[in-house]
C-alpha cells in the first residue's frame, strides 16, 4: 500500500470514530429510552450551556432521518477536513463545535437544540472558503 493510500486511510480513523460514537449514542438512547435531548443546549439558561458539549452528539430518538442526514456529510467533510488539513483538524473541528454552540445558546429559540448540523455547516465553511 502506498504512503499516499495509508494517509487517505488513516484521515478517515476521526470521522469515523466519531460516526460510531454518534449511532452508539443514538442505539443507547432508543434501546433505554433516555430522552437525552435533554442534554441539548437550551439558549440563555445556565444549564443550557452543557448543551454546548453535548448537543452534537445527540439526535433524534423519533426519526433516523436525523442521524443519517448528518452521518454522510460529517464523514465526507470530517475525512476531507483531516486528509487536507492534518495539523489543524482537532481544532477546527473543536472551534466548530464549540463556536456554533454558543451562537445557538445566545441566538437560538427556548426550545432544545440537538445535532451534528451546525458543526457540519462550519466544516463546509472552513473547508469551502480555505
Not at 49 to 62: K, N, R, W, Y
Not at 74 to 90: E, M, V
Request: aromatic share 16%; net charge positive; charged share 10%.
Amino acid at each position: 500500500m502506498s504512503s499516499e493510500n495509508k494517509k487517505l486511510l488513516k484521515a478517515a480513523i476521526p470521522s469515523l470514530v466519531l460516526l460510531v460514537l454518534l449511532w452508539g449514542i443514538h442505539f443507547i438512547n432508543i434501546q433505554y429510552d433516555l430522552s437525552l435531548f435533554k442534554f441539548g443546549i437550551f439558549p440563555r439558561n445556565l444549564n443550557g450551556l452543557q448543551g454546548v458539549l453535548f448537543s452534537p452528539l445527540i439526535h433524534s430518538s423519533d426519526d433516523i432521518k436525523h442521524i443519517v442526514n448528518n452521518s454522510v456529510p460529517l464523514l465526507i467533510l470530517g475525512w476531507t477536513l483531516f486528509y487536507f488539513y492534518k495539523k489543524i483538524a482537532f481544532r477546527i473541528l473543536s472551534y466548530s463545535w464549540i463556536v456554533v454552540g454558543l451562537l445557538v445558546w445566545i441566538s437560538a429559540r427556548e426550545s432544545f437544540h440537538i445535532g451534528m448540523s451546525g458543526v457540519i455547516y462550519c466544516l463546509a465553511f472552513f473547508l469551502f472558503f480555505s
